[in-house]
């Protein structure tokens, strides 16, 4: 194959893991670190959302994890973007909902009633409370 056709070839395909690299790589760290935190709580893994939260909630996310524990939980149309700065902190903002079942009875937990607080500690982003 001529060199010059074999770029051609191959261009279209370039690009478009360009294109992919770019989206995937446009979430702001404290809009990930909330994704995180929230795969975290429903997956039921202490240890992630312990590394996952700041060290003055961390005892506050595993007590939310707690209330987890007797429950099937699942994340629906989770997407986190970060809202703004205030003291200090990130504010983040997140859609979808945690659809909590027992014994055939789901309770859902709309996320965008809550602004989740975000801090970088030990170099890593962090959550750290919502209201």
């Given at each position: 194959m001529n060199p010059q056709r074999a770029v051609l070839h191959f261009l279209p395909i370039l690009l478009f893991g360009l294109l992919l690299?770019?989206?995937?790589?446009?979430?702001?760290p404290s809009?990930?670190?909330?994704?995180?935190?929230?795969?975290?709580?429903?997956?039921?893994?202490?240890?992630?959302?312990?590394?996952?939260?700041?060290?003055?909630w961390e005892p506050d996310a595993l007590l939310e994890l707690d209330s987890f524990q007797a429950v099937e939980a699942a994340l629906e149309g989770l997407d986190c973007q970060k809202a703004g700065d205030s003291e200090g902190q990130a504010?983040?903002?997140?859609?979808?909902?945690?659809?909590?079942?027992?014994?055939?009875?789901k309770t859902e937990i709309d996320l965008s009633r809550r602004t989740y607080q975000v801090v970088e500690e030990g170099g890593e982003q962090r959550v750290c409370g919502y209201r």
């Open positions: 690299s770019g989206c995937s790589q446009g979430k702001d809009a990930q670190a909330a994704e995180a935190y929230l795969k975290a709580l429903v997956a039921k893994d202490a240890d992630q959302l312990s590394s996952l939260s700041c060290a003055a504010e983040v903002l997140c859609q979808g909902k945690i659809v909590a079942t027992y014994n055939q009875e």
